[in-house]
């Protein structure tokens, strides 16, 4: 249309035009919502980082987390979760975060990774010995372990930066014919938002669970607030624990 009336326009009038074309299509409307069902067998809870780091006010993260996570009540969300997708037999999967002593030769890092790498955040001893595992920083949080350690959710290799580009989550999720994903932990614009970038890239249908989430608050710097506007135009759709947890059950039925 815009080219129909080019040779018509006075000099200037066609910008005018093209924004004021673009002014009135933001303002027209929110964005559109393409919605997410619930379906048995092909759709999974993925968890990222539920860990104490995180998640306990003993956790090293939590002096500029906490606050995000109790507004939230990511805690008790993750949870909720947790235990609907047991009671309706969705597939779960972890998505943890470790650093082993070789990962601190790293010579090139974001500032995140650098704050991480400093205050000692997901450190464990060894690769494959856990017995200074419990009860660190890298360990679940106590109250998701009976959910995790069930034998039956799915616990990947540790992503290394933010997203899943460096461990096997996308395999294992294809692997179990998964091809539609809720996701929930944190931290809401690291973690979380890299998750659901690369799997809306790998072809999967995706939303985002947002009070099961949490986000730091630094001086000038809100990532909790940050991740909501990216999961709004990114995700396919994004809800509340209370909503996403009902879903579950009337897609199973119950």
Not at 10 to 24: Q, S
Not at 48 to 76: C, I, R
Not at 133 to 140: H, P, T, V
């Amino acid at each position: 249309m815009i080219k129909k009336f080019k040779s018509i326009l006075a000099p200037g009038a066609l910008a005018l035009l093209v924004a004021t074309t673009l002014h009135v299509s933001a303002k027209a409307g929110d964005l559109p919502d393409p919605g997410f069902n619930i379906v048995q067998g092909r759709t999974a809870l993925l968890v990222t980082d539920p860990q104490n780091d995180f998640l306990s006010p003993n956790g090293v993260a939590w002096g500029v987390v906490g606050k995000s996570v109790q507004a939230n009540g990511t805690v008790a969300h993750i949870d909720q979760l947790f235990a609907a997708a047991k009671a309706t037999d969705l597939p779960v999967f972890v998505s943890p975060h470790y650093y082993y002593p070789h990962d601190h030769g790293w010579k090139v890092e974001g500032a995140l990774e650098t704050l991480m790498h400093k205050i000692g955040m997901f450190d464990r001893k060894h690769p494959l010995k856990v017995d200074t595992l419990d009860g660190s920083g890298a360990d679940w949080l106590d109250r998701y372990k009976k959910y995790i350690d069930d034998g039956a959710t799915v616990v990947t290799s540790p992503h290394k930066v933010f997203g899943p580009e460096t461990n096997d989550l996308v395999l294992q999720l294809r692997k179990r014919g998964i091809e539609k994903v809720i996701i929930a932990g944190m931290s809401a614009n690291l973690c979380t938002e890299s998750h659901m970038r690369e799997l809306v890239e790998q072809g999967f249908e995706v939303m985002v669970v947002s009070d099961a989430t949490a986000a730091a608050q630094l001086p000038g710097l809100d990532g909790y607030q940050a991740a909501l506007t990216n999961f709004r135009m990114i995700a396919s759709h994004v809800a509340d624990t209370q909503v996403v947890v009902k879903n579950m059950h009337s897609a199973a039925g119950n």
